[in-house]
């Protein structure tokens, strides 16, 4: 299992910014392919975005847009830039891992947008 740990997260208003880091243990990270997905309140948990081991990216249509994945690998660690942030984009931030079929997951980190 790998260990993740997302932080970053926290009060911002409505269009302002935040970015999440992820950081996963192992010496096989610059293989793992890594994403982000949040759960609202009473909400099923989505997808946000996703970093392959190549820096490629994939958003949720919801993201595109406003939020940037990206990765360093000396680092260990992928962050989630987002911009332009809405109340609809609270929610509990929760970093995946996945490397050869299994995921690791982090505890979450809260992102609340609100006046």
């Known amino acids: 299992q790998v260990q993740v740990v997302e932080s970053g997260g926290g009060l911002v208003q409505p269009g302002g910014s935040l970015r999440l880091s992820c950081t996963a243990s192992?010496?096989?990270?610059?293989?793992?392919?890594m994403a982000w997905y949040r759960q609202a309140s009473g909400k099923e948990r989505e997808f946000v975005a996703r970093?392959?081991?190549?820096?490629?990216?994939a958003y949720a249509e919801s993201a595109k847009g406003r939020f940037t994945a990206s990765r360093d690998n000396a680092k260990n660690t992928v962050y989630l830039q987002m911009d332009s942030l809405q109340v609809e984009d609270t929610a509990v931030y929760y970093c995946?891992?996945?490397?050869?079929?299994?995921?690791?997951w982090g505890q979450g980190t809260q992102v609340t947008v609100s006046t």
């Open positions: 970093i392959s081991q190549t820096g490629t990216t």
């Open positions: 192992g010496s096989s990270f610059s293989a793992y392919t």
């Open positions: 995946n891992a996945w490397y050869y079929g299994i995921d690791s």
